[in-house]
């Protein structure tokens, strides 16, 4: 019994020393692929500039003895050989070419996102706008399949292009799109102060604008930064639908005084897809590192309380790790509920001095945890 229970331990030590060998095997391809790569890369990078040629035979011999490797680091060699070809050797042809045979190769999102991008780029470079816009809107939903990451990556390039081309309709139909898929990116300033800005540039939309400029403002960060622009966008819209600035003044003065009447609070919110605000609820991971996009879905369900409650949690489960993220999603809650920043300015006071009071517990009796607020502070619900 003795003999079995010491060669059933052993097997198991083995076993496990194998598994965690393998996964060191893993990480040890993963960062030698890596470095591998970045070493060639540099290589070809300052070797281009006396023989772009011979870069070219270079990395396309690279490609061919790595087949095997991860396509995420391919697609560094394929973004750098179009570059090649584009800039030095001045054919746009074959530039296009190693940009589609580096997509055709992976359906990975990290190693075909951004070579899309690059294509966009290329082709907009190349003045073929009409097949760049074509591109775009076709591969616009990969991006959101895949992540925000690669859509809010791509919108830096395609909004200032829609800009050039004086074409606010086509990028509010991609931005609409994108909020269809995830409503949380409301917040995202592309998204957000993107949206805003194009239904502006389109006469005759000015009541959409703003009702899009309340949301982007309310799920901001609050950060002074942020809450500049989103409050400029805001005053733009008043403007534009009033032709005057007395609503955007109001405001500014309930942003310190709550007893002064806010306009913010009469405009109306945009009609957002509430089940599309629940499944992406549920698809996001309850972390820290995902508790943004968690409290931005539960502002836009009017469940103020609920957000309270996980950005709370997330201070008291690693205070010293946490204070700064949670401390800022706590502030954003306010400001979002309350349509001013009295109680979130007031909240930071106390949770960086211990002055004042703590209007957390004030909170959570206006706002019960698994309950929304009144209907005419939520958005519209489309079925």
């Known amino acids: 019994m003795k003999r079995f229970f010491v060669a059933h331990c052993f097997l198991l030590f083995f ?120 591109f ?30 004086n074409k606010p309709q086509e990028a509010t139909s991609v931005l609409l ?25 389109q006469p005759g939309h000015e009541e959409e604008a703003l009702s899009y400029a309340k949301l982007h403002w309310m799920t901001c960060d609050f950060d002074s930064k942020w809450i500049v622009k989103a409050t400029d966008l805001l005053q733009k819209a008043w403007m534009a639908k009033d032709l005057n600035a007395a609503q ?48 931005t879905l539960l502002v836009l369900e009017g469940k103020y309380g609920d957000a309270m409650l996980i950005a709370r949690r997330l201070l008291l489960d690693n205070p010293t790790q946490n204070a700064s993220q949670a401390a800022g999603e706590i502030a954003r809650i306010f400001k979002a509920a309350d349509l001013n920043m009295v109680r979130a300015n007031a909240f930071l006071q106390y949770f960086k001095t211990g002055q004042g009071d703590n209007p957390l517990e004030d909170f959570f009796k206006e706002h019960p945890v698994g309950t929304a607020s009144s209907e005419k502070d939520l958005p519209t619900p489309v079925h």
């Open 248 to 295: 955007s003044t109001a405001f500014l003065k309930a942003q310190q005084d709550k007893s002064i009447p806010n306009p913010l609070k009469d405009v109306k919110l945009p009609a957002l897809d509430a089940a599309a605000i629940q499944h992406e609820l549920e698809v996001t991971p309850d972390t820290a590192t995902h508790i943004h996009p968690r409290v």
């Open 136 to 165: 775009y809107t076709q591969t616009v939903p990969r991006f959101l399949e895949a992540n925000r990451y690669y859509f809010t990556w791509s919108l830096a390039y395609f909004l200032p292009e829609m800009k050039r081309q």
């Open 15 to 134: 076993l496990g020393f194998a598994f965690l060998s393998a996964d060191n095997i893993v990480w040890a391809d993963a960062h030698t692929d890596w470095k591998t790569t970045n070493d060639f890369l540099q290589q070809i990078d300052k070797q281009r500039t006396a023989d772009a040629s011979g870069a070219v035979q270079a990395a396309l011999q690279f490609e061919q003895q790595h087949t095997s490797m991860d396509p995420v680091w391919l697609e560094k060699v394929d973004v750098l050989l179009s570059r090649i070809y584009s800039e030095n050797l001045k054919d746009n042809a074959k530039a296009l070419s190693a940009l589609d045979t580096g997509m055709a190769r992976s359906a990975k999102p990290e190693a075909y996102l951004p070579l899309a991008i690059q294509k966009y780029q290329l082709l907009i470079h190349m003045g073929q706008n009409a097949q760049a816009d074509s």
């Open 177 to 201: 799109k994108a909020l269809a898929a995830h409503p949380s990116i409301i917040d995202y300033p592309f998204v957000g102060e993107g949206l805003v800005q194009n239904l502006l540039r």
